[in-house]
Nanobody, 124 residues
């Protein structure tokens, strides 16, 4: 089993920044592919960002490219999502996800473990 705990959410004005963190435990972190997903009120959960086992490959949904950066620190068992130039439409609960499999990066079905989520609210 893998446990994931997100932190770093909050309320920020449009144009501001937040850094989300996700702490993982339960198995060697370097064996996990990591992703960030988000779910806005009344909408389905959607892919935001992905990072491979050692961080050499990343992927982003188009709406966050150039504004969000995913990174990981395998020594600390942490994955991060730096979010800059935030917009009201970024408001959502953000979830950290993990899998030891070769993930279909953009699909929530490709992940086996999920955190409890952290709320991000961007005011206009």
């Amino acid at each position: 089993q893998v446990q994931l705990v997100e932190s770093g959410g909050g309320l920020v004005q449009a144009g501001g920044s937040l850094r989300l963190s996700c702490a993982a435990s339960g198995r060697p972190f370097s064996s996990l592919v990591m992703g960030w997903f988000r779910q806005a009120p009344g909408k389905e959960r959607e892919f935001a960002a992905f990072i491979s086992w050692r961080g050499g490959t990343t992927d982003y949904t188009d709406s966050v490219k150039g504004r969000f950066t995913i990174s990981r620190d395998n020594a600390k068992n942490m994955v991060y999502l730096q979010m800059n130039s935030l917009k009201p439409e970024d408001t959502a609960v953000y979830y950290c996800a993990a899998t030891p499999r070769v993930a279909v990066a953009r699909s929530s079905a490709g992940y086996d473990y999920w955190g409890q989520g952290t709320q991000v609210t961007v005011s206009s």
